[in-house]
């Protein structure tokens, strides 16, 4: 017997999502196949004029424990489970008076959707997992050489084409590919499952989030969309949203308008909106540099409530940084940094976009912008240029967001938590004789939230309320700080009395000179070094003003 020419006599029809079940199934029995069904789909069906049979018929059982209980039953299961061309198997269903079901039509309970509905329940979550139908999909597509199983509405053509085209029969290839479909859509349900409970085990809904990695870690992943290509036109790509989860890409970014969004935009969009995070922090206490400097409580927002503040980003790395009173005035400060850099990059606002903002910025090539709102005014001038970018971020998402970070290398991933952290405050001590001024700790504190999302080695200069300098990338410290000055002398920038961070230890004082060579006299950077003593007397020699963290803020 061949399954690939075996005709389709029974078919079992039990679906949540009843997209075009009716017209299918009608089909289905125009050709003489029995059809079996459940519920609410045997409603519909039975209300279109389709002949069904119930559940409750083939197992001679009814229905128990509020629709629990219905098909997990051997009258069901050894049908979808019978290798046809095995002689024990079939005698085993003739004294069992057993018939076979050939093919199986099911999509699951709205677990997801469920989820996603803020009126849910706890209990409206749990009995929204299906019990019965994933162990008929998994049974089906075990058994998928006489039993086709069919989870994707968009499949129904398909098979009444393969029926039209092979006397009844689904080809055996046909079969194993809606086998695979099983299979991944019973993993994504259980996937996002997994998470909701890993999020009621541990107290949010991260990948690991609980600071530990089990031996295996599940989740499930949704398409947001197809991209036009990945990092090159030759490599193709797609965004997905991590399913089940309140803080998916989708929940923190709408685009409000401008072309689609490629591979490396949607790179640049998350560095920009995390270094614009670093400026609204929710803390209100002042940093730990300035507690104790005379510094009253402050709202969220670095410097208070009526600073704002905007980042550019190209490449990923930070080409300007600016605050300020007003938006617009933030961002000429952060634009000044870097002018060449800043063509073609990504901006990201701590505030909305008004129409002042808008005129500053629309004269510069930007690839997106990123802000909480536009006003009416702005968002008409900014939608002048079609293919510009208009985001929203939802910043309160996207700090929920930050918990599990993931990375593909070759044959496997890399899972780690988010960098979160900034601050270690028990470890944090000036190193030096002579302590940061007031405004130097200002421009510390600036130049350190900075260089976190700069790519190593990272050497950032800096002002109280603006980066002046970035030297990113680079495999040598020393190579980090000379590129930075360079680039400030060439933008007629003045490092003099500038505070510089560094995102690991300085290894040798050669790096630290470089800075000061250029005009820093103030520095942060982790310590660790097992020449600490040999920079910190390079810094008493020239007077400067160090900080260690203890905390490193590598970005590879």
């Not at 000429?332 to 990059?345: E, L, Q």
Request: proline residues 3%; aromatic residues 6%; negative net charge.
């Amino acid at each position: 017997m061949n399954p690939s020419s075996y005709p389709i006599k029974r078919a079992l029809i039990s679906v949540s999502d009843k997209t075009g079940i009716v017209e299918f199934a009608q089909a289905l029995a125009a050709r003489g196949i029995t059809i079996i069904s459940t519920g609410g789909t045997a409603t519909a069906l039975k209300n279109a004029g389709v002949p069904v049979q119930s559940v409750s018929d083939i197992t001679g059982f009814p229905e128990i424990m509020d629709g629990r209980v219905k098909t997990l039953h051997p009258n069901i299961h050894a049908g979808l489970l019978a290798v046809l061309d095995n002689a024990d198997h079939q005698k085993q269903l003739d004294e069992h008076t057993i018939q076979s079901i050939d093919l199986v039509v099911i999509n699951l309970y709205p677990f997801e959707q469920t989820l996603a509905n803020t009126a849910s329940s706890h209990e409206d979550i749990v009995e929204n997992i299906d019990i019965g139908g994933p162990a008929m999909v998994r049974a089906s597509a075990k058994n998928y050489r006489w039993t086709a199983i069919v989870t994707n509405t968009t499949r129904y053509g398909d098979i009444l084409a393969a029926l039209e085209a092979n006397n009844g029969a689904v080809p055996e290839e046909l079969r194993l590919q809606l086998a695979c479909e099983a299979y991944e859509h019973t993993a994504y349900y259980d996937g996002v499952i997994a998470r909701y409970f890993k999020s009621l085990v541990i107290g949010h809904s991260s990948l690991g989030g609980d600071g530990e990695f089990k031996e295996n870690e599940t989740f499930a992943l949704r398409k947001e969309q197809a991209l036009r290509y990945g990092e090159n036109p030759h490599q193709s790509a797609a965004l997905y949203n991590i399913a089940g989860s309140k803080t998916s890409y989708g929940a923190i970014y709408k685009q409000l308008h401008g072309k689609e969004l490629s591979y490396n935009n949607i790179l640049d969009i998350d560095g920009a909106s995390r270094l614009a995070l670093e400026f609204l922090e929710p803390s209100l206490e002042p940093s730990p540099l300035r507690r104790g400097q005379g510094e009253g409580k402050q709202s969220e927002g670095l410097q208070g409530e009526q600073q704002k503040t905007a980042v550019i980003i190209k490449h990923t790395n930070p080409c300007g940084v600016g605050s300020a009173p007003t938006l617009a005035e933030a961002y000429n400060i952060a634009y000044s940094c870097d002018t060449t850099s800043a063509f073609g990059g990504i901006i990201a606002f701590t505030a909305a976009i008004d129409l002042a903002t808008a005129q500053a910025v629309d004269d510069l090539f930007t690839e997106v912008l990123i802000a909480p709102d536009y006003t009416s005014e702005a968002l008409a001038l900014l939608q002048k240029k079609k293919n510009r970018r208009l985001m929203t971020i939802n910043f309160q998402a996207l700090r929920a967001a930050l918990q599990t970070e993931v990375k593909a290398v070759a044959g496997g991933l890399l899972l780690q938590s988010a960098d979160t952290l900034l601050w270690n405050e028990t470890a944090m001590k000036v190193v030096t004789k002579r302590q940061p001024t007031s405004e130097e700790r200002k421009a510390l504190e600036y130049a350190w939230r900075i260089a976190k999302h700069v790519k190593s080695n990272a050497i950032v200069y800096a002002a109280a309320n603006r980066a002046l300098a970035v030297g990113a990338g680079q495999m040598s410290r020393v190579d980090s700080a000379a590129i930075a000055a360079r680039k400030a002398e060439k933008a007629g920038i003045n490092l003099k009395g500038s505070a510089v961070a560094s995102d690991a230890f300085f290894p040798f004082a050669d790096g630290l000179l470089e800075a000061v060579e250029a005009g820093a006299t103030a520095v942060i950077q982790p310590g660790g070094s097992v020449r600490d003593e040999e920079v910190i007397a390079a810094a008493d020699e020239r007077g400067i003003a160090m900080i260690f963290t203890g905390v490193r803020h590598f970005k590879h």
